[in-house]
């Protein structure tokens, strides 16, 4: 029997929906029957629907709470992410690409000497050496590796968001709660939190919304956005960019799409001066639907775009937004 | 005066077009392109800037280090005409495909040899594996605190203020030194070397060290991922192109397919 354990998160004081990824993702690591899922919940403030969790395939639930537990203090989880793993002993490790995991999970590792596998995008055991074997994207998603732990005691792998689903919960499961109590002295946290200065983006989170109009270097100037916004609030969409954007500041980096900005899967994606590099379609390219908006023919977004208009924006999207508003 | 140790990674150009972006399937690694030079990790390339920042307010020494293989030391010598003090770079075939836990081993190495760093900065991650792994083993293998993702440093007293980028904003946390910071684009645009600094730098020759120069045992750099395939993805999309008479019509074109496509 072996233990894959892994790191859950709380925001707003809710478990947030990456734990469910995560347990879809270590569902397809379980080799033997009795392979045993626990889930870790590291909070300062651990949510009732915690319960839940076993409806989802969770076996085992370990609870720490500790006000210490914030999501800014990445020391704090560090020493209590290492107790919890001394408890469990297990022999796959889970984290999730998030702001928090990211600085967690490769930490964890280095501390136990072992390897980290980054970003993975696909999970699943070999057969031959009965060890872990990923997927991830690399080259900012130019290229796409398969990687297989070596004879290592502990693989700990690092999931990207939104690419594994939750599954459909079953009713009134029950499982095992071990609620773990750790000290954690203040002294041991190097890096003090101090403040939090939040910029959600105007309307609806880029994040979660349906629709997402985004523009590229080609839009030009930072007022040309007048009309994505525009054409956002028609189709109740949120308006989101490419790095080049945020880089020359006509947006905020709240607004950036792609490997190192925001992942996105909406229903339907429109872009706009878009040239479509990897690294912006690794936050995208998932989106159900792509409409690109580029005046050279041989734009990288072709590739990957439903539907296309090859032509100057300026004159296609006035058109196409007033086309768009008559039809609404 | 504050010793500043700025990583370094050379790495195939990201902003080459893909269709120069070749792998070789025999060797599992993507190819050089012909004609396009390396250069240094964007992001490490902020961390210089974030270094030079430093040293414009305040009394400071900027040392680069590097570990790789056929550096080009044009392109290495960048960091000096911007600005900086002197160029470590660690080279051989042998750090040609180092894991992050071993390249963190030979940083360390280095590092002893070197003395001692009050700030250590490093890009958030280097372009080619996208791992953003090795600072954080690095500052657990010294237990130096970790601060990520750094788009404003300040130093302050006997420590530092970093503002870190968050999904949502960001947020500023605090730290003694000796400190590691890693570093992201919304610090902002590493500077353009001038001809004072390009002259500088001319003049300057790096430091260059092998494997042997730092005892290292090379059984050790064996990674522990072992890489069994590496492809281009393939994208099986098929783009409709939406025409018409003119690009009013295309626009109109556009919203109609949209609408028949039941997606507006
Ligand atoms: C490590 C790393 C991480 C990165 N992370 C991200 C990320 O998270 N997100 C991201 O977006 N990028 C990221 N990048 C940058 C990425 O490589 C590209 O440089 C960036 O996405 C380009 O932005 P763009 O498409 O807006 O600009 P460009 O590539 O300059 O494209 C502009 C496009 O607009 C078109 N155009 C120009 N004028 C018009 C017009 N009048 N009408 C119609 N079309 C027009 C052009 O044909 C062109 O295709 C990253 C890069 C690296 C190295
Ligand atoms: N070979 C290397 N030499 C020097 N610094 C490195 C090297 N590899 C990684 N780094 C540093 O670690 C950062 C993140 O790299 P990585 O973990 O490989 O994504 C880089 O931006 C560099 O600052």
Redesign the interface.
């Known amino acids: 029997m072996a233990n894959i354990l892994l790191f859950g998160e709380v925001s707003d004081k809710e478990i947030s929906s990456i734990t469910y990824e995560l347990i879809s993702a270590a569902n397809k690591l379980k080799f033997n029957e009795d392979d045993k899922i626990v889930v870790a919940l590291l909070s300062e403030v651990i949510p009732e629907s915690y319960e839940n969790l076993f409806s989802y395939g969770a076996e085992t639930v370990c609870l720490v709470k500790n006000e210490l537990l914030s999501r ?1 203090n ?2 704090a989880f560090i020493i209590a992410s290492k107790e919890v793993f001394d408890k469990f002993n297990p022999e796959i490790v889970l984290f999730a690409k998030t ?1 928090l995991g ?2 967690v999970a ?2 964890l ?3 136990l ?7 993975c995008i696909d999970l699943g055991i070999d057969q031959d050496t009965k060890k872990v ?1 990923v997927t991830r ?14 004879d ?1 005691e502990t693989q700990i792998v690092i999931v990207r968001p939104k690419v594994f689903e939750p599954i459909t919960p079953t009713e009134n499961s029950k499982g095992e709660v071990v609620e773990l109590n750790i000290e954690l002295d203040e002294k041991l946290i ?12 105007e309307g609806i989170p880029l994040e979660s919304a349906k ?1 997402v109009v985004a523009g590229g270097r080609g839009l030009g100037d930072a007022k040309n956005f007048d009309l994505l916004r525009e054409l956002a609030e028609i ?1 109740g969409g949120a308006v989101g960019a490419s ?1 080049a954007v ?2 020359a500041g006509w947006l905020d ?2 607004y950036q799409v792609g ?2 900005g ?1 992942t996105i899967t909406p ?2 994606y429109i872009t706009v001066g878009i040239s479509g ?3 912006h379609m690794a936050g995208c390219s998932s989106s159900k ?1 792509i ?3 580029n005046k050279d023919p041989n734009a ?1 977004i ?11 924006w300026n ?10 508003r008559e ?2 | 005066m504050l010793n500043i140790l700025v990583c370094i990674k050379q790495v195939i150009d990201p902003e080459m077009p893909s269709s120069a972006f070749s792998i070789n399937t025999s060797s599992k690694k993507v190819e050089e392109p012909d004609g396009i030079p390396p250069v240094i990790n964007g992001f490490c390339e902020n961390a210089v800037e974030a270094a030079l920042r430093i040293k414009d307010v305040s009394d400071a020494n900027i040392t680069i280090l590097s570990i790789g293989n056929k550096f080009v030391t044009e392109v290495m010598k960048k960091p000096l005409s911007m600005g900086a003090d002197e160029l470590i770079l660690i080279e051989g075939p042998e750090f040609e495909n180092l894991d992050p836990l071993s390249t963190v081993n030979v940083l360390r190495a280095a590092i002893q040899k070197l003395g001692s760093f009050d700030l250590i900065l490093c890009g958030r991650q280097a372009s080619d594996w996208d791992n953003a792994l090795v600072p954080l083993g690095l500052s657990e293998m010294l237990d130096f605190p970790c601060i990520t993702i750094g788009q404003k440093i300040e130093i302050v007293d006997q420590g530092l203020i970093v503002q870190r980028t968050l999904s949502n904003g960001y947020e500023i946390v605090e730290s003694s030194l000796p400190a590691l910071v890693t570093v992201t684009n919304e610090l902002g645009d590493p500077r353009y070397p001038n001809l004072k600094g390009i002259m500088a730098a001319s003049r300057k020759i790096p430091t260059i060290w092998n494997s042997k120069d730092l005892d290292l045992d090379l059984e050790t750099l064996i990674p522990k991922l072992k890489l069994i395939d590496l492809k281009i993805p393939i994208t099986d999309k098929q783009c409709e192109i939406i025409e018409g008479g003119d690009d009013e019509e295309t626009g109109r074109n556009l919203a109609l397919k949209l609408r028949e496509a039941k997606l507006i």
């Open positions: 800014s990445t020391d702001d990211r600085d490769p930490r590792a280095f501390k000497g072992v390897p980290v596998a980054q970003d074997m994207p690399v080259y900012g998603g130019s290229a796409i590796a398969t990687l297989v732990f070596e290592v190097k890096t003090k939190f101090i403040e939090e200065v939040v910029k959600e983006s629709v189709l790095r945020c880089d980096h709240e490997l190192t925001k229903d339907l590099a990897s690294q639907n409409v690109a908006i990288n072709f590739n990957s775009a439903n539907y296309g208009v090859v032509g100057d004159a296609i999207l006035p058109a196409f937004l007033e086309a768009v039809l609404n």
